[in-house]
């Protein structure tokens, strides 16, 4: 998980991962982090957020945060998503976190962007990459956070459970109650609601 940094690493050079979580979401928020672990920091507890349990997530939340030099986040609205495309709001997030970090090189998951800094778009770095992959897991428990928020507030939709991705929980919810604030109406199912719902 550390072949990437190490390129950097050896010439005492930091490096920055970046990566996203709630892309594929029908509801909620797009959150980015970009993190600088120490150089030749390792910990073979940290892979792709999406590969652990919660309480894993949690648990190394809270190490990652204490170990980190540059921690930073973009959460990205609903609104933002429609207007932009989900593509295009994850990019301009990734590309201004880049530009924030104050490090030698970059690894960003999957994603191409514009930068006149040394930058590695890595296909699935979180399952490559120490630093994708621990910005992967501070991103899924603050967005998860978010969610679990927007859960008290809108019970019937079970938004802790499934976090606003589309599950038969999620649409059988939306056929119920509606499209809540939180929705992303470019998304489907959720525009054909909206779509029935006018008729």
């Given at each position: 998980?550390?072949?990437?940094?190490?390129?950097?690493?050896?010439?005492?050079?930091?490096?920055?991962?970046?990566?996203?979580?709630?892309?594929?979401?029908?509801?909620?928020?797009?959150?980015?982090?970009?993190?600088?672990?120490?150089?030749?920091?390792?910990?073979?507890?940290?892979?792709?957020?999406?590969?652990?349990?919660?309480k894993k997530r949690e648990q190394l939340y809270d190490e990652i945060i204490e170990v980190a030099l540059q921690i930073e986040v973009e959460v990205i609205n609903e609104k933002t998503i429609d207007e932009?495309?989900?593509?295009?709001?994850?990019?301009?997030?990734?590309?201004?976190?880049?530009?924030?970090?104050?490090?030698?090189?970059?690894?960003?998951?999957?994603?191409?962007?514009?930068?006149?800094?040394?930058?590695?778009?890595?296909?699935?770095?979180?399952?490559?990459?120490?630093?994708?992959?621990?910005?992967?897991?501070?991103?899924?428990?603050?967005?998860?956070?978010?969610?679990?928020?927007?859960?008290?507030?809108?019970?019937?939709?079970?938004?802790?459970?499934?976090?606003?991705?589309?599950?038969?929980?999620?649409?059988?919810?939306?056929?119920?109650?509606?499209?809540?604030?939180?929705?992303?109406?470019?998304?489907?199912?959720v525009s054909e609601y909206l779509i029935l719902n006018k008729a």
């Amino acid at each position: 998980m550390t072949t990437y940094e190490k390129v950097y690493w050896i010439k005492n050079q930091t490096v920055a991962g970046i990566d996203e979580v709630g892309r594929g979401c029908m509801a909620g928020p797009l959150v980015v982090v970009g993190l600088v672990l120490p150089i030749n920091y390792d910990n073979p507890k940290i892979n792709d957020s999406k590969t652990l349990s919660a309480k894993k997530r949690e648990q190394l939340y809270d190490e990652i945060i204490e170990v980190a030099l540059q921690i930073e986040v973009e959460v990205i609205n609903e609104k933002t998503i429609d207007e932009v495309n989900i593509y295009q709001a994850t990019k301009h997030a990734m590309e201004a976190i880049t530009e924030r970090m104050d490090t030698d090189a970059i690894l960003i998951d999957a994603m191409p962007i514009s930068s006149d800094k040394d930058v590695q778009s890595i296909i699935k770095g979180d399952l490559k990459s120490i630093s994708i992959a621990a910005a992967s897991i501070v991103a899924k428990v603050i967005r998860d956070e978010i969610m679990e928020y927007l859960d008290v507030s809108y019970p019937h939709y079970g938004f802790k459970n499934h976090k606003g991705y589309v599950t038969k929980a999620h649409n059988e919810a939306m056929k119920m109650y509606g499209i809540t604030c939180f929705h992303r109406k470019s998304f489907k199912p959720v525009s054909e609601y909206l779509i029935l719902n006018k008729a």
